[in-house]
């Protein structure tokens, strides 16, 4: 093996043994594995905690007479919404409708807790159902929004069923139109999004995963610098440079901490994907009844491998600029001055993919499009285009291109800054300071 790559993949060594086996790595590494699973499964932890006996409703029909049975029609409704899954807080228990016939004895138990809630039928001056609920509930909680809707289905179908329309034929009445949507140039294929629905879980995802690679670029991006500045404060650096190059130096310390900084990553990132994806079957396990495991809507196989690429050049880009930064200072506490340029930039990158992601930016826009090409900023904003299905195989490929391009560079960039400034004592830190050793080292 020739000398160059032995004295980087020693360094490498030596720097992701020394991190990965101090206490502070263990226990941080354990204690963000617990959160990260802890957060995975938050919404079946929530359902155990809260699971119960099914929620009770008392309804009262009175002399309505209504055309169908409205509490078998309301209680299959009910339950019907919760087993399909659409409604993601359903408790375990389901719904119970309960028929009385004293309203007064029905509201004192709704404000004893007996009962969530009494719905108590009457006729408007047209002849139509009315609904009054009396519950201690919020408007736009779940069991109140649940019951609305069900009461508006319910009141249709009594004012078809009086009108004379059989039940097949109400049925027919309200099936869905086919409709599709295609694009002018038959050469595009598609028009992104097919549902509200997706275009949400589509939205959450890529945000997400931008909000993962800038957590990882800023808490990483500090170790490689801090790791700089501290060998160089304790002058073990100029011991090191006797044995290697100032360029094997810092590529070795990027490759080791970098190494450690994934370590960490995926061992929190793993557990806490898989708790996602089996996160149907945990809580069949914990809850009961049968569950079914897939990946969540908006999350696919290609995005996640989009992910981690760009989460590795990401990383390898802003790490080489970090420690190229850092070498320019001789006390830790001068790192956030001299790297607050890339702090910055990679923020803003950041927050424009936040922004498109919300929909306080237009994610088609021309600025979101030109940025997600920028290598300082590609890995959020290319994530964010092709979780909403903007972009496609050709612009991530030409984005993760540009990075590989960018990424040499940098590191010619960093080396220069390197050089000159690791026995560099004594100087202010400053951007004057970052230009002037840039173009004279």
Do not use: C, H
């Not at 119960?52 to 002399?63: E, H, N």
């Not at 028929?99 to 007064?104: H, I, L, Q, Y």
């Not at 809707?149 to 099936?175: S, T």
């Not at 800038?214 to 500045?229: C, D, H, P, T």
Request: charged letters at 15%; proline letters at 5%; aromatic letters at 8%.
């Amino acid at each position: 093996m020739p000398v160059p790559i032995r004295n980087i993949l020693t360094l490498a060594r030596r720097e992701y043994l020394w991190r990965a086996r101090s206490r502070t790595f263990v226990i941080t590494t354990a204690i963000l594995t617990v959160v990260a699973v802890g957060v995975a499964l938050a919404p079946v932890l929530f359902r155990y905690i809260d699971v119960g006996g099914p929620t009770k409703i008392g309804l009262a029909v009175g002399d309505t007479k209504p055309s169908l049975d409205v509490a078998s029609t309301l209680e299959t409704m009910l339950n019907a919404t919760a087993s399909t899954g659409s409604d993601t807080n359903a408790q375990d228990g389901g719904f119970e409708i309960l028929p009385v016939t004293d309203v007064a004895a029905a509201r004192r138990d709704v404000t004893d807790g007996r009962l969530a809630g009494v719905v108590v039928l009457s006729r408007a001056a047209n002849g139509d159902l009315a609904f009054t609920g009396y519950t201690k509930a919020l408007a736009f909680e779940r069991a109140p929004q649940l019951v609305r809707q069900a009461a508006n289905a319910i009141a249709i179908q009594d004012r078809l069923a009086r009108a004379g329309i059989a039940p097949a034929d109400q049925a027919r009445l309200f099936a869905p139109a086919s409709f599709t949507l295609e694009q002018p140039d038959p050469s595009v294929k598609t028009n992104g999004p097919s549902s509200p629905e997706s275009l949400v879980n589509n939205y959450s995802v890529g945000f997400a995963a931008t909000i993962f690679i800038f957590m990882a670029i800023m808490l990483y991006g500090q170790w490689v610098a801090m790791s700089v500045a501290e060998e160089k404060n304790s002058r073990v650096m100029e011991l090191i440079l006797g044995a290697a190059t100032p360029f094997q130096l810092l590529t070795g310390k990027v490759i080791g901490v970098g190494a450690a900084a994934f370590t960490q990553y995926a061992v929190m990132f793993v557990p806490a994907t898989l708790a996602i994806v089996f996160q149907d079957r945990i809580a069949g396990l914990l809850l009961g009844g049968s569950a079914t495991s897939n990946l969540p809507a908006g999350l696919t196989v290609e995005l996640l491998i989009a992910f981690g690429i760009l989460f590795v050049l990401g990383f390898a880009l802003y790490a080489v600029l970090y420690a190229g930064a850092a070498s320019l200072v001789s006390r830790q506490e001068d790192i956030n001055q001299i790297v607050a340029p890339l702090t910055l930039l990679s923020t803003a990158g950041y927050l424009v993919a936040a922004y498109a992601g919300s929909g306080l930016i237009d994610p088609s826009s021309t600025l979101v499009f030109v940025l997600s090409f920028v290598p300082l900023t590609s890995p959020y904003l290319m994530l964010s285009r092709l979780g909403t299905g903007l972009a496609g195989p050709i612009d991530f490929a030409i984005a993760v291109a540009l990075l590989l391009l960018a990424i040499p560079l940098a590191l010619w960039a960093a080396a220069r800054l390197y050089r000159a400034g690791v026995l560099m004592y004594g100087q202010k830190p400053s951007i004057g300071t970052l230009v002037r050793t840039l173009r004279t080292a």
